[in-house]
């Protein structure tokens, strides 16, 4: 006994603001090289949270210059609706202070911790308060706070605060100082580059330092913010389902048709059949044991799956294609929005694409991007549940190779995984948790565009095997029969009929042989060839036989153009004085029935 | 074969291959040509001529692809250069004409690798050696030591050799080609040829020559082309027994494979290289047992050429895997020169004696 009142004398309720701090880890801020990732992150999430709610084409500046030796100071700015002048205190010196904790729908940050984390983090580090500048419209003044985070207590700390001259019409700015490096200026710079990916309808302008980088929209479009919903009987807990209950006037059957999503008057009988509950008692009088049975009845009564359309934004196929040859240059590149579907209640889609070929590093492992609601995820890209589906295909049968389970080569995979409740490992939100109703889904969505890469590459390698036939055809058996003919000698063995019987088409063959370039077009088809020759080098070809029908130069270079025609199985041939190279093209004729070959090469 | 009638064969062996490929091309085919596999799986035992020649399979090479026309066109290129160099009666390493390449754009060679393997196809095509091409590999064979004599015809005229009284004590060196070398006469009970010059060397220092009546050959490792057809030559001209005499590792009995049956990369030339009647006279693995040799763990390396002996159809006699499994069983190796151990007169005195008349040579 005595123990006990001991140990009770020590026992006390711990702030939130005093538990983060000794849990940084848990935020992700366990490093200073973290925390400015962290920081940007969740300023980010917030500015482009607001600008979707208030439908404006975000327009992001974020800046990071350095004011002491460690200290680093960190700018986010946007032209978002603001936020009212009473409620910045809370917004950024309150931890769970937030007005999307109790919503269902999509949205990129939820539990209100991320921002007045930074602030806490900012005040332990460096001891400067946080300003903020936010204005919510023309006709209203701007307003400038210095705010910290009462640690014992959770509450904010105005240090000051008061109108302020601002240029802007409506917007928020953030000013965050704390201890850091620059250690992670490549991680930084690749975040915002994977969120201009899956957010193309908005701009960021970064400095760092010295160096200014933007990220260019390409969608005009401000994006359909979200809706909220109810909440899925089948996502419900019991916590929930109390506070509800507590806050209706409404009886059993009302309150389940009123208070959920999907469910109607025959569910809402189904559920009190099963729970034993006469659906006439006001809910508020419900006991424990009663909503007990009622929580059970309703995850067992068969009700459609809530509606995703509204609560949810997927980027989309045209969107995410744009979005990544914006930032990265490839050769192809496909992209799926898969059908919205439900885990425990809470509605979800996936979206994948595949990029391939390119500028991508040709060797190595695949680059993976990953995603949840429209954020990047940087971090624990091992204990994630999209690496996991990623490494759980059988790439081989894609011709795409693999190192342990993981796709090899010029290869680029985004996961997009939009959810009104994107179930993470933890806090710090870096990696997806492994619900087997996600994993299907990316994996369908994976396989599916595995099969439409495997097609273009099969597709690429046939045309690369038709013109290293056409090379060996047309630029290297003329070789081999010159060098025989002066062995046997015997008169030069003609050629042509080799390259006819094979090709089948109409070949162009370009050569430069002692200052005279020389295009012969052979037409090995059936048909007559209305064509264009295009060629465009260096060379003016004033001396051309015959002429050309179309001369233009722009810096140097010269674009000739002859119309002709030629008849079946007939051969056309200009030649000129120049010194060759450039490019050939024949136009008029499709691809199929061409080949462009440079003897020269 | 005289060296004009050698020649003459080559000659008329290659522009027999021009002159297909011009006619195909004439007839509007896509010029092609077929040579047989060249990998251990396809050797087969010639019982007429007892050494291992090229089986049936063939690969067809046709220029109907970048590589593969690029691949004629090079040996298109040096058919043109042998052609010339036989007329203008002159000859080159391959070495040199590798550098030649330099000039042939398109057809130039990217390693001198291509360069001898494409002279081995057109060996394999033409049925000529490559000394019929006036191509000469770029060392010299090894030495030879012992009661025999020879003629050769060489560039500052005829010159006859005794093997042990007109040379030095390092022995008399094979010329790179044999076929200017006539054999005379010897005294000569049977040849021993040796990998390491560390081993000939001792068995000259002990007068092994002179006591056995044996003509030493030094292999220097795997031997060359000279030192093979040597070999070859000694055992047709006199009918004497050749023994060969290797460390007790997996890579040796490949060199006595060499000397036996030919290499897998000229079984082409196995007639005029091979020494069907060569016999294995050791280091075996029994011997590191019996006599208890210094000796070394296998490598993983070792380890794994061993088990492709064991698939490798010349060492498929019972002899020869009852010693690789026991190898594999000890997995122990030991080199020639570790008789040392046992006294530097033992391998002349106990162990080549001993072995010697066991094999009844002696």
Same mark, same amino acid.
């Given at each position: 006994?005595?123990?006990?009142?001991?140990?009770?004398?020590?026992?006390?309720?711990?702030?939130?603001?005093?538990?983060?701090?000794?849990?940084?880890?848990?935020?992700?801020?366990?490093?200073?090289?973290?925390?400015?990732?962290?920081?940007?992150?969740?300023?980010?999430?917030?500015?482009?949270?607001?600008?979707?709610?208030?439908?404006?084409?975000?327009?992001?500046?974020?800046?990071?210059?350095?004011?002491?030796?460690?200290?680093?100071?960190?700018?986010?700015?946007?032209?978002?609706?603001?936020?009212?002048?009473?409620?910045?205190?809370?917004?950024?010196?309150?931890?769970?202070?937030?007005?999307?904790?109790?919503?269902?729908?999509?949205?990129?940050?939820?539990?209100?911790?991320?921002?007045?984390?930074?602030?806490?983090?900012?005040?332990?580090?460096?001891?400067?308060?946080?300003?903020?500048?936010?204005?919510?419209?023309?006709?209203?003044?701007?307003?400038?706070?210095?705010?910290?985070?009462?640690?014992?207590?959770?509450?904010?700390?105005?240090?000051?605060?008061?109108?302020?001259?601002?240029?802007?019409?409506?917007?928020?700015?953030?000013?965050?100082?704390?201890?850091?490096?620059?250690?992670?200026?490549?991680?930084?710079?690749?975040?915002?580059?994977?969120?201009?990916?899956?957010?193309?309808?908005?701009?960021?302008?970064?400095?760092?330092?010295?160096?200014?980088?933007?990220?260019?929209?390409?969608?005009?479009?401000?994006?359909?913010?979200?809706?909220?919903?109810?909440?899925?009987?089948?996502?419900?807990?019991?916590?929930?389902?109390?506070?509800?209950?507590?806050?209706?006037?409404?009886?059993?059957?009302?309150?389940?048709?009123?208070?959920?999503?999907?469910?109607?008057?025959?569910?809402?009988?189904?559920?009190?059949?099963?729970?034993?509950?006469?659906?006439?008692?006001?809910?508020?009088?419900?006991?424990?044991?009663?909503?007990?049975?009622?929580?059970?009845?309703?995850? $067992?009564?068969?009700?459609?799956?809530?509606?995703?359309?509204?609560?949810?934004?997927?980027?989309?196929?045209?969107?995410?294609?744009?979005?990544?040859?914006?930032?990265?240059?490839?050769?192809?590149?496909?992209?799926?929005?898969?059908?919205?579907?439900?885990?425990?209640?809470?509605?979800?889609?996936?979206?994948?694409?595949?990029?391939?070929?390119?500028?991508?590093?040709?060797?190595?492992?695949?680059?993976?991007?990953?995603?949840?609601?429209?954020?990047?995820?940087?971090?624990?890209?091992?204990?994630?549940?999209?690496?996991?589906?990623?490494?759980?295909?059988?790439?081989?049968?894609?011709?795409?190779?693999?190192?342990?389970?993981?796709?090899?080569?010029?290869?680029?995979?985004?996961?997009?995984?939009?959810?009104?409740?994107?179930?993470?490992?933890?806090?710090?939100?870096?990696?997806?948790?492994?619900?087997?109703?996600?994993?299907?889904?990316?994996?369908?969505?994976?396989?599916?565009?595995?099969? $439409?890469?495997?097609?273009?590459?099969?597709?690429?390698?046939?045309?690369?095997?038709?013109?290293?036939?056409?090379?060996?055809?047309?630029?290297?058996?003329?070789?081999?029969?010159?060098?025989?003919?002066?062995?046997?000698?015997?008169?030069?063995?003609?050629?042509?009929?080799?390259?006819?019987?094979?090709?089948?088409?109409?070949?162009?063959?370009?050569?430069?042989?002692?200052?005279?370039?020389?295009? $012969?077009?052979?037409?090995?088809?059936?048909?007559?060839?209305?064509?264009?020759?295009?060629?465009?080098?260096?060379?003016?070809?004033?001396?051309?036989?015959?002429?050309?029908?179309?001369?233009?130069?722009?810096?140097?270079?010269?674009?000739?153009?002859?119309?002709?025609?030629?008849?079946?199985?007939?051969?056309?041939?200009?030649?000129?004085?120049?010194?060759?190279?450039?490019?050939?093209?024949?136009?008029?004729?499709?691809?199929?029935?061409?080949?462009?070959?440079?003897?020269?090469? | 074969?005289?060296?004009?009638?050698?020649?003459? *064969?080559?000659?008329?062996?290659?522009?027999?291959?021009?002159?297909?490929?011009?006619?195909?091309?004439?007839?509007?085919?896509?010029?092609?040509?077929?040579?047989?596999?060249?990998?251990?799986?396809?050797?087969?035992?010639?019982?007429?001529?007892?050494?291992?020649?090229?089986?049936?399979?063939?690969?067809?090479?046709?220029?109907?692809?970048?590589?593969?026309?690029?691949?004629?066109?090079?040996?298109?290129?040096?058919?043109?250069?042998?052609?010339?160099?036989?007329?203008?009666?002159?000859?080159?390493?391959?070495?040199?004409?590798?550098?030649?390449?330099?000039?042939?754009?398109?057809?130039?060679?990217?390693?001198?690798?291509?360069?001898?393997?494409? @002279?081995?196809?057109?060996?394999?095509?033409?049925?000529?050696?490559?000394?019929?091409?006036?191509?000469?590999?770029?060392?010299?064979?090894?030495?030879?030591?012992?009661?025999?004599?020879?003629?050769?015809?060489?560039?500052?005229?005829?010159?006859?050799?005794?093997?042990?009284?007109?040379?030095?004590?390092?022995?008399?060196?094979?010329?790179?080609?044999?076929?200017?070398?006539?054999?005379?006469?010897?005294?000569?009970?049977?040849? @021993?040829?040796?990998?390491?010059?560390?081993?000939?060397?001792?068995?000259?220092?002990?007068?092994?020559?002179?006591?056995?009546?044996?003509?030493?050959?030094?292999?220097?490792?795997?031997?060359?082309?000279?030192?093979?057809?040597?070999?070859?030559?000694?055992?047709?001209?006199?009918?004497?027994?050749?023994?060969?005499?290797?460390?007790?590792?997996?890579?040796?009995?490949?060199?006595?494979?060499?000397?036996?049956?030919?290499?897998?990369?000229?079984?082409?030339?196995?007639?005029?290289?091979?020494?069907?009647?060569?016999?294995?006279?050791?280091?075996?693995?029994?011997?590191?047992?019996?006599?208890?040799?210094?000796?070394?763990?296998?490598?993983? *390396?070792?380890?794994?050429?061993?088990?492709?002996?064991?698939?490798?159809?010349?060492?498929?006699?019972?002899?020869?895997?009852?010693?690789?499994?026991?190898? @594999?069983?000890?997995?122990?190796?030991?080199?020639?020169?570790?008789?040392?151990?046992?006294?530097?007169?033992?391998?002349?005195?106990?162990?080549?004696?001993?072995?010697?008349?066991?094999?009844?040579?002696?």
């Amino acid at each position: 006994m005595v123990l006990a009142e001991e140990l009770a004398k020590q026992q006390r309720s711990i702030s939130v603001a005093e538990f983060f701090e000794k849990n940084k880890h848990l935020l992700g801020f366990d490093s200073p090289t973290r925390g400015v990732i962290t920081t940007i992150k969740e300023a980010v999430d917030n500015s482009l949270d607001a600008c979707e709610e208030a439908q404006v084409l975000p327009d992001i500046f974020i800046s990071i210059r350095k004011v002491s030796n460690e200290v680093f100071r960190i700018i986010v700015e946007d032209n978002g609706p603001g936020i009212v002048p009473a409620q910045v205190p809370f917004v950024f010196g309150k931890l769970l202070y937030g007005s999307r904790f109790h919503q269902i729908r999509q949205t990129r940050g939820q539990q209100g911790i991320g921002i007045s984390a930074a602030v806490l983090y900012a005040q332990l580090t460096s001891g400067v308060p946080t300003i903020v500048i936010s204005r919510t419209g023309a006709k209203e003044s701007a307003h400038r706070f210095e705010i910290q985070i009462r640690i014992e207590t959770n509450e904010p700390d105005i240090i000051a605060a008061g109108p302020f001259e601002w240029d802007r019409t409506h917007g928020t700015r953030v000013q965050i100082e704390f201890r850091s490096t620059m250690a992670a200026k490549k991680k930084l710079l690749e975040y915002l580059r994977y969120t201009s990916v899956v957010n193309p309808h908005a701009r960021f302008r970064v400095e760092l330092d010295d160096e200014s980088f933007t990220f260019e929209r390409v969608s005009q479009e401000a994006i359909a913010c979200p809706v909220a919903i109810q909440p899925h009987p089948h996502g419900i807990e019991f916590g929930q389902l109390k506070r509800m209950v507590a806050a209706s006037d409404l009886n059993l059957a009302e309150f389940l048709v009123e208070s959920f999503s999907r469910v109607g008057k025959k569910s809402a009988q189904e559920i009190c059949g099963r729970a034993g509950l006469n659906g006439s008692r006001k809910v508020r009088g419900l006991s424990t044991e009663d909503l007990k049975k009622l929580l059970a009845a309703m995850q $067992e009564v068969a009700v459609p799956a809530p509606p995703a359309t509204q609560c949810l934004s997927p980027i989309g196929e045209e969107l995410i294609r744009r979005g990544l040859e914006k930032e990265f240059q490839m050769d192809f590149v496909a992209a799926r929005t898969r059908p919205s579907s439900v885990f425990s209640g809470h509605s979800f889609m996936v979206e994948a694409a595949i990029g391939y070929g390119g500028r991508l590093p040709a060797e190595g492992n695949a680059i993976l991007l990953r995603f949840a609601n429209r954020v990047p995820l940087m971090y624990q890209q091992g204990a994630c549940a999209i690496t996991e589906c990623v490494t759980g295909i059988t790439w081989k049968l894609y011709n795409i190779p693999s190192q342990g389970g993981f796709p090899a080569g010029p290869v680029l995979i985004l996961v997009h995984v939009a959810s009104t409740n994107v179930p993470f490992t933890s806090e710090s939100k870096d990696a997806i948790a492994g619900i087997p109703e996600i994993e299907k889904e990316i994996t369908l969505a994976l396989q599916d565009l595995g099969r $439409e890469l495997k097609n273009f590459v099969s597709r690429r390698d046939k045309s690369k095997l038709a013109e290293d036939r056409a090379r060996a055809v047309c630029a290297i058996i003329p070789e081999i029969a010159e060098k025989v003919s002066e062995i046997v000698e015997k008169p030069l063995v003609d050629t042509s009929p080799i390259e006819g019987k094979l090709m089948r088409k109409m070949i162009a063959k370009k050569a430069t042989r002692e200052g005279n370039v020389t295009i $012969e077009l052979n037409n090995y088809t059936t048909q007559d060839a209305d064509v264009s020759v295009y060629e465009i080098s260096p060379d003016n070809a004033a001396d051309a036989v015959p002429k050309a029908d179309f001369v233009s130069e722009m810096d140097g270079q010269f674009t000739k153009v002859w119309k002709i025609k030629i008849p079946p199985r007939e051969v056309w041939r200009v030649s000129y004085s120049g010194k060759g190279g450039g490019i050939l093209d024949i136009r008029g004729i499709e691809d199929a029935k061409k080949m462009v070959v440079d003897l020269d090469v | 074969m005289s060296k004009e009638e050698l020649e003459k *064969k080559s000659y008329s062996a290659l522009l027999r291959i021009a002159s297909a490929w011009y006619d195909q091309m004439k007839a509007g085919e896509i010029p092609s040509i077929s040579l047989p596999t060249r990998t251990k799986f396809n050797i087969e035992f010639d019982d007429a001529s007892e050494v291992w020649k090229y089986g049936d399979k063939e690969s067809m090479r046709t220029a109907a692809s970048a590589k593969s026309a690029t691949h004629l066109l090079k040996m298109a290129y040096v058919i043109g250069f042998i052609k010339q160099q036989l007329k203008e009666n002159r000859s080159s390493t391959l070495r040199e004409m590798y550098y030649i390449s330099e000039g042939w754009k398109r057809a130039k060679f990217g390693a001198q690798d291509e360069s001898n393997f494409l @002279i081995e196809d057109l060996e394999i095509l033409s049925d000529v050696p490559r000394e019929g091409f006036h191509l000469h590999p770029e060392e010299n064979g090894a030495s030879i030591y012992g009661p025999m004599r020879i003629r050769e015809e060489t560039r500052r005229g005829m010159k006859m050799i005794h093997c042990q009284d007109d040379v030095g004590q390092a022995g008399y060196t094979i010329p790179n080609n044999v076929e200017n070398i006539e054999l005379v006469d010897h005294d000569a009970k049977f040849v @021993i040829a040796i990998e390491t010059g560390g081993m000939y060397d001792r068995l000259i220092e002990n007068g092994f020559d002179e006591e056995q009546h044996a003509i030493l050959v030094h292999l220097k490792g795997q031997p060359a082309r000279s030192t093979r057809r040597m070999l070859n030559k000694i055992s047709a001209a006199w009918d004497l027994p050749v023994l060969v005499f290797t460390d007790g590792d997996p890579w040796s009995y490949r060199i006595y494979a060499s000397v036996a049956y030919g290499a897998i990369k000229s079984a082409h030339m196995s007639e005029l290289l091979a020494t069907p009647k060569s016999q294995f006279i050791g280091l075996q693995p029994s011997d590191i047992r019996d006599y208890n040799l210094p000796s070394d763990k296998l490598t993983e *390396k070792d380890q794994e050429a061993l088990k492709s002996e064991l698939t490798d159809p010349r060492f498929a006699t019972d002899y020869w895997r009852k010693q690789i499994n026991l190898q @594999i069983e000890m997995n122990l190796k030991s080199e020639q020169q570790a008789f040392a151990a046992r006294g530097l007169d033992f391998v002349t005195k106990k162990y080549l004696p001993a072995r010697l008349s066991e094999m009844g040579i002696i």
